[in-house]
């Protein structure tokens, strides 16, 4: 069989949900770029991705998304839905020689349907599954699906000898490491593969060669990793089942050249690294630092150059975060998991609340914003320790955050634990694998009624407290905004009406500003993620002469903008 086409897919999730999930796939993505180099033709389809249509990103409000649990739910077990029969016509339409797909925990049963559908439509075409549920279980995907052939753990270098493999049909494909198949009616697993030790070897994600790429935002193709595997040991973490807990990290320069190459392909501002444990060692971490400054990004300015990171709480100091900083990072995220020190304890988090609340007021006095993730529902915990998290994350009062249910992940002592207790059902609780939902809560001192309660409570008090965070930095840089406008450049005076409110209309009560001159009122909308700012700008009655206001919304929106880059436009309420 001759292999030229190879189609990865990730399969759709969140659209059953009415969302979609935009950014680039990175393990099809680096897939990929090995193919690409061995000489093969590689499509990457993220069937997550909406292209048409204007719907939400993933991850929103978290009350929202309970409710779309369960048309995901509906729509995943029935496999007339419309979205299967349209992601198998894509395929199709590619005509691909080879289908690899990535499989999540949480995707399991799409994967499975899709699958199925696929074998049915192109009962030809090898089909090789891979990801992070392969790499903990390839007996069970194997077992439960029709695929052929299943790939666990670090994927590039398997894939790419698969695919030779069965191109020049040689038979010595199955000694492949790494590599588990049906041999008849028997399921055969090789040993693992070794890792890539010099991660500057393995080629960039290739981001080119995703379908509807043109539909993408600049800042969707800005996720990266610089390294691979996490030093810690988290009993919810299904990380090291993939990458270890060996660290690699690759060169200064490698990852550089990376974001430059992105930033000049697709004009992306916006970096993200979705490394583990993006420090481990502080001076790899400075040489990171120094090169992005070398090489001109942090020069650049946070409009068009800025990145985001997620750092273990125990290894947060104020002049690291101050270094990061100077060069771009405007954002960092902790795992802060729990407000009960009693789970962070059964967890193996290594840190206490004392040594976060710390890491959190390092990012806050260096004028970073602080994103908190946070967990709920460990098999052990009562509502004093759910109350504890939530009190926790209030105090913290992160810019951003993730209140999450834990979901046992098979392969990890959570897993496990809850297994030993009969709180969880192997394979048919993968369909609720998905942190914001409240069908799968395995704590046994709290009914499932109550769990729903504390749940939608706990989802609104963060929704809040987020929300109100967002529009009290917004309007702190806007009353930063116009005091620098000293010189009252637009002839008027400026000054803000109020508080920054949820409602665009509010702003016709003028406040205590002065008696001519104009009121600014700002208004964002209540979606979590808005990226709008609403402007209303009032000139007070006897207000001479006529101001340029067009020239005012100009520096206005520009400045905001420069401030909060990350919001897409500032706008100005109608007729003002
Ligand atoms: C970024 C991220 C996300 C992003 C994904 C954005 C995107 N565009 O991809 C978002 C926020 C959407 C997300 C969501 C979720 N995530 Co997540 N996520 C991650 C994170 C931090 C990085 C993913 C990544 O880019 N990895 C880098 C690439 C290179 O690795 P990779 O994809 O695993 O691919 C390699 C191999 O696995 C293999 N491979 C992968 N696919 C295939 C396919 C084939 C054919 C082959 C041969 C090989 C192969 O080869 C690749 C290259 O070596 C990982 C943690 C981690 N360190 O990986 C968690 C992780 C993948 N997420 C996890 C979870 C649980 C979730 C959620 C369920 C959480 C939730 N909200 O409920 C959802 C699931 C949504 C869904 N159903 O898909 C778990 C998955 C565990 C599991 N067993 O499935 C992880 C491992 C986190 C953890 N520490 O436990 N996530
Ligand atoms: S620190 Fe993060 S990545 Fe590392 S084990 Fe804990 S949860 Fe997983």
Same mark, same amino acid.
């Given at each position: 069989?001759? /292999?030229?086409?190879?189609?990865?897919?990730?399969?759709?999730?969140? *659209?059953?949900?009415?969302? *979609?999930?935009?950014?680039?796939?990175?393990?099809?993505?680096?897939?990929?770029?090995?193919?690409?180099?061995? @000489?093969?033709?590689?499509?990457? !389809?993220?069937?997550?991705?909406?292209?048409?249509?204007?719907?939400?990103?993933?991850?929103?409000?978290?009350?929202?998304?309970?409710?779309?649990?369960?048309? +995901?739910?509906?729509?995943?077990?029935?496999?007339?839905?419309?979205? +299967?029969?349209?992601?198998?016509?894509?395929?199709?339409?590619?005509?691909?020689?080879? /289908?690899? $797909?990535?499989?999540?925990?949480?995707?399991?049963?799409?994967?499975?349907?899709? $699958?199925?559908? %696929?074998?049915?439509?192109?009962? &030809?075409?090898?089909?090789?599954?891979?990801?992070?549920?392969?790499?903990? =279980?390839?007996?069970?995907?194997?077992?439960?699906? *029709?695929?052929?052939?299943?790939?666990?753990?670090?994927?590039?270098?398997?894939?790419?000898?698969?695919?030779?493999?069965?191109?020049?049909?040689?038979?010595?494909? +199955?000694?492949?490491?790494?590599?588990?198949?049906?041999?008849? @009616?028997?399921?055969?697993?090789?040993?693992?593969?070794?890792?890539?030790?010099?991660?500057?070897?393995?080629?960039?994600?290739?981001? =080119?060669?995703?379908?509807?790429?043109?539909?993408?935002?600049?800042?969707?193709?800005?996720?990266?990793?610089?390294?691979?595997?996490?030093?810690?040991?988290?009993?919810?973490?299904?990380?090291?089942?993939?990458?270890?807990?060996?660290?690699?990290?690759?060169?200064?320069?490698?990852?550089?050249?990376?974001?430059?190459?992105?930033?000049?392909?697709?004009?992306?501002?916006?970096?993200?690294?979705?490394? &583990?444990?993006?420090?481990?060692?502080?001076?790899?971490? !400075?040489?990171?630092?120094?090169?992005?400054?070398?090489?001109?990004?942090?020069?650049?300015?946070?409009?068009?150059?800025?990145?985001?990171?997620?750092?273990?709480?125990?290894?947060?100091?104020?002049?690291?975060?101050?270094?990061?900083?100077?060069?771009?990072?405007?954002?960092?995220?902790?795992?802060?998991?729990?407000?009960?020190?009693?789970?962070?304890?059964?967890?193996?988090?290594?840190?206490?609340?004392?040594?976060?609340?710390?890491?959190?007021?390092?990012?806050?006095?260096?004028?970073?914003?602080?994103?908190?993730?946070?967990? $709920?529902?460990?098999?052990?915990?009562?509502?004093?320790?759910? @109350?504890?998290?939530?009190?926790?994350?209030?105090?913290?009062?992160?810019?951003?955050?993730?209140?999450? %249910?834990?979901?046992?992940?098979?392969?990890?002592?959570?897993? =496990?634990?809850?297994?030993?207790?009969?709180?969880?059902? !192997?394979?048919?609780?993968?369909?609720?694998?998905?942190?914001?939902?409240?069908?799968?809560?395995?704590? =046994?001192?709290?009914?499932?009624?109550?769990?729903?309660? $504390? %749940?939608?409570?706990?989802?609104?008090?963060?929704?809040?407290?987020?929300?109100?965070?967002?529009?009290?930095?917004?309007?702190?840089?806007?009353?930063?905004? /116009?005091?620098?406008?000293?010189?009252?450049?637009?002839?008027?005076?400026?000054?803000?009406?109020?508080?920054?409110?949820?409602?665009?209309?509010?702003?016709?009560?003028?406040?205590?500003?002065?008696?001519?001159?104009?009121?600014?009122?700002?208004?964002?909308?209540?979606? +979590?993620?808005?990226?709008?700012?609403?402007?209303?700008?009032?000139?007070?009655?006897?207000?001479?002469?006529?101001?340029?206001?067009?020239?005012?919304?100009? !520096?206005?929106?520009?400045?905001?903008?420069?401030?909060?880059?990350?919001?897409?436009?500032?706008?100005?309420?109608?007729?003002?």
């Amino acid at each position: 069989m001759s /292999i030229k086409k190879v189609l990865l897919v990730d399969p759709p999730f969140f *659209r059953f949900m009415g969302e *979609r999930q935009s950014s680039t796939p990175l393990g099809l993505a680096y897939l990929a770029g090995a193919l690409k180099q061995a @000489g093969f033709d590689v499509t990457i !389809y993220n069937a997550d991705f909406e292209h048409r249509e204007q719907v939400p990103e993933a991850n929103k409000a978290f009350s929202s998304e309970v409710s779309g649990f369960d048309a +995901y739910r509906r729509g995943v077990t029935d496999a007339n839905h419309p979205l +299967y029969s349209e992601v198998v016509d894509q395929i199709a339409e590619q005509a691909p020689d080879l /289908i690899g $797909i990535t499989v999540k925990t949480g995707k399991f049963f799409v994967s499975k349907t899709l $699958i199925g559908l %696929i074998k049915d439509r192109l009962p &030809d075409v090898p089909i090789v599954v891979g990801g992070n549920h392969v790499t903990a =279980d390839a007996e069970h995907t194997l077992r439960r699906t *029709r695929a052929d052939f299943a790939v666990h753990g670090e994927g590039e270098r398997t894939l790419v000898a698969l695919a030779q493999g069965l191109s020049a049909g040689d038979a010595a494909l +199955y000694e492949l490491a790494g590599l588990s198949f049906r041999r008849g @009616g028997e399921l055969v697993h090789n040993a693992p593969a070794e890792q890539v030790m010099d991660l500057d070897e393995i080629p960039f994600p290739d981001r =080119d060669c995703i379908l509807h790429s043109d539909s993408m935002t600049p800042n969707d193709f800005g996720n990266l990793f610089a390294s691979r595997g996490c030093p810690f040991a988290c009993t919810f973490c299904d990380s090291r089942t993939t990458w270890t807990r060996r660290v690699r990290r690759r060169s200064a320069a490698n990852v550089v050249d990376e974001m430059v190459q992105i930033k000049a392909k697709y004009g992306t501002t916006f970096f993200s690294f979705s490394d &583990d444990c993006f420090v481990t060692k502080l001076d790899e971490t !400075y040489e990171l630092c120094d090169e992005i400054d070398r090489r001109g990004l942090s020069a650049l300015g946070k409009k068009e150059f800025r990145f985001w990171c997620e750092i273990h709480p125990n290894l947060i100091t104020e002049p690291l975060v101050r270094r990061l900083k100077k060069s771009g990072c405007v954002a960092i995220a902790i795992g802060a998991e729990s407000g009960s020190q009693r789970t962070l304890d059964h967890i193996n988090k290594a840190s206490s609340t004392d040594v976060i609340r710390n890491a959190a007021r390092a990012i806050k006095a260096c004028d970073v914003d602080l994103t908190t993730f946070f967990m $709920i529902g460990f098999p052990w915990e009562n509502e004093a320790d759910i @109350g504890a998290t939530v009190d926790f994350m209030a105090e913290l009062n992160p810019d951003s955050g993730n209140l999450s %249910i834990l979901t046992p992940l098979p392969g990890t002592p959570v897993y =496990d634990y809850c297994a030993e207790r009969g709180l969880v059902k !192997y394979d048919e609780d993968f369909l609720n694998c998905f942190h914001q939902r409240s069908s799968l809560f395995v704590s =046994d001192a709290i009914t499932a009624d109550r769990s729903r309660e $504390i %749940i939608t409570g706990a989802f609104q008090r963060v929704d809040q407290l987020i929300e109100g965070n967002r529009r009290a930095k917004i309007q702190r840089t806007l009353e930063r905004v /116009i005091a620098a406008d000293s010189a009252s450049r637009f002839g008027l005076k400026l000054a803000m009406a109020g508080g920054l409110t949820a409602d665009a209309g509010a702003a016709d009560g003028p406040a205590d500003g002065p008696a001519e001159g104009a009121d600014v009122t700002l208004s964002c909308d209540q979606d +979590y993620a808005s990226a709008t700012i609403d402007v209303s700008l009032v000139v007070r009655e006897g207000t001479a002469p006529e101001p340029d206001l067009a020239a005012l919304r100009a !520096y206005l929106s520009a400045a905001l903008l420069n401030e909060l880059p990350q919001y897409a436009q500032v706008q100005f309420a109608a007729g003002k």
